[in-house]
């Protein structure tokens, strides 16, 4: 069992800045791809990015060139800074992990409201 624990949401002006965190309970090491999911209301939940063990990132075509997902090996944890935020980007965003296996763990996410 993976335990993620998901921090740094909140409320923002458009145009503003906001950085996701999220603390997973094992090794980033014994992870396969860790990445940002995210859902508005009334809406199903769509990927926001994804980076691999070896480095290799993907973003939703909404949010390229504005966030950027990052890890840090030694606090096990994976981050979303994101920039330019958007009215369209307010949502619950969703820490998400996959394991050899294809196991996946998600975290219980995080509010993220922009207000224009």
């Known amino acids: 069992q993976v335990q993620l624990v998901e921090s740094g949401g909140g409320l923002v002006q458009a145009g503003g800045s906001l950085r996701l965190s999220c603390a997973a309970s094992i090794s980033i090491f014994r992870i396969n791809v860790m990445g940002w999911y995210r859902q508005a209301p009334g809406k199903q939940r769509e990927l926001v990015a994804t980076?691999?063990?070896?480095?290799?990132?993907n973003y939703a075509d909404s949010v390229k060139g504005r966030f950027t997902i990052s890890t840090d090996n030694a606090k096990k944890s994976v981050y979303l800074q994101m920039s330019s935020l958007k009215s369209e980007d307010t949502a619950v965003y969703y820490c998400?992990?996959?394991?050899?296996?294809?196991?996946?763990?998600w975290g219980q996410g995080t509010q993220v409201t922009v207000s224009l």
């Open positions: 998400s992990v996959t394991l050899p296996g294809q196991y996946n763990y």
């Open positions: 980076i691999t063990s070896g480095g290799s990132t």
